[in-house]
Structures are given as C-alpha cells and as structure tokens.
C-alpha cells in the first residue's frame, strides 16, 4: 500500500507569495496531522482532522497558515503571504482514529526568499 | 502538560557498539502511549514502536529493543551491533489527549565504520 504523498518535495519561492503544499493520506486513515520541523523549534503539530474536520488547530502559527481537508484523501496547507521564517520542512501524517501511531510523508521542504 | 525529554543531543559510536538512547517523559494520564520514530538523512519520519502505558514488557525487534519503566518514566531505546545504516535522528513521543503526539527534540545517532 502506498504511504503518505506528499507534494511538492521542494518549494522556493520569493517573500509575499502564496504556497500551497498537498497531501493524500494513507488509503482507509481517517486522521490527518501537519507538522512543521524547523532547528530551532523542533517538530511542532501545527493542526489536526479528524473524518475531514478540523480537531485542533491551535498550532497554527497565525491567520497567513490555513488548512483544508475537502475530502478523505486529500488535503492542503495554504501559506499567504508567505515570510522567509516559514522555511522549514512541513510533513503530512495520518492515523487511524482508533489506533494513534502516525506515518508520516517526505515531507516538503518549503524555502522562501 | 505532556513533555518528554531526550537529553542526549549526539551520540558517536562505531560499528558493532551497543548504543542506548534514553527518553524520559511526563504525563498526568493514567493511560498513554509512548513512541519511536526513526528520521535518516533522507528526512522521512519512520514510525518504529508504539507502548501502552498498561503493558511494561520490554519489546525486542532483531536489533532494536525497548525498555519501558514506569517506576521512572523511561521508555529506553537499544540497538545491539550499530550498523552504518543505523544513523539517523531518533525522536520518542507521547500522546496528549487521544491523539495528539508530543515529540521530544530528537537524539542524532553517528555510526562510523
């Protein structure tokens, strides 16, 4: 089966733009994690769905982060306006709701200039 | 509130060493779950073990072995005959409420040949 997909792999782009990372959840997964891993501030869970709703999104660092979740296999982490401190590699994971170990994607590595 | 503290920022060993990576956490939950997760240089996050918190059996998977005691909060990681392919960051985690994770800041692990 596959795991957790991820794109794009890589972002750069300029201070100002917007930046729109996707995931597609593990197939049959009805919990889905974004995290941001940065050095200085280690792996912080910046929201989290539960059947496609937003549980707890008190990690998101302010109004430019916003998250969907349109569907059960698909969702999006949207930057605007994006900031040079955003950079940092952002992962998607999911869960099964009744089991709390999370696999994770590749993760995106987001640069902005 | 949930924490857990991994204190060994780096960890050197050569090939064939025993290595023990140590995770101390806090919680006020009577149930928790405590977990481990591989990060190689690659970058994915791999999921390695997950413990409940009513089951203090140590868990040995080929070279990997967990010791998990309650008397001290500690859910110790082991990996016997360190191979090359072993280093990587090594994060412990736990979960505040059902599902939510709290990771510590990661332990790096060099095995040199």
């Known amino acids: 089966d596959a795991g957790v997909i991820q794109s794009p792999r890589h972002e750069v782009t300029e201070m100002g733009q917007e930046v729109t990372l996707r995931c597609k959840p593990i197939?049959?997964?009805?919990?889905l994690f974004w995290y941001r891993q940065t050095m200085m501030r280690g792996l912080e869970l910046l929201i989290y769905?539960?059947?496609?709703?937003?549980?707890?999104d008190s990690g998101m660092p302010e109004d430019r982060f916003s998250a969907k979740m349109p569907n059960a296999s698909f969702s999006t982490l949207k930057i605007q306006p994006s900031e040079p401190r955003d950079s940092a590699v952002y992962f998607c994971?999911?869960?099964?709701?009744?089991?709390?170990?999370?696999?994770f994607g590749p993760g995106t590595r987001l640069t902005v200039t | 509130a949930q924490k857990v503290t991994q204190a060994q920022t780096e960890i050197s060993v050569v090939e064939k060493e025993d290595v023990t990576l140590d995770c101390v956490y806090e919680t006020r939950d009577t149930t928790y779950y405590l977990f481990w997760y591989k990060q190689p240089p690659s970058g994915e996050l791999v999921f390695l073990i997950r413990?409940?918190?009513?089951?203090?059996q140590n868990e040995i998977s080929g070279r990997y072995s967990w010791n998990f005691q309650k008397s001290t909060s500690s859910f110790n990681f082991t990996i016997t005959a360190s191979q090359v392919v072993d280093s990587a960051v090594y994060f412990c985690?736990?979960?505040?409420?059902?599902?939510?994770?709290?990771f510590g800041t990661g332990t790096r692990l060099l095995v040199s040949p």
């Open positions: 994971a999911s869960s099964f709701q009744d089991r709390n170990e999370q696999y």
């Open positions: 413990r409940n918190s009513f089951d203090e």
């Open positions: 985690a736990t979960n505040t409420g059902f599902q939510k994770l709290v």
């Open positions: 197939s049959g997964h009805n919990s």
């Open positions: 769905f539960n059947n496609n709703v937003p549980i707890d």
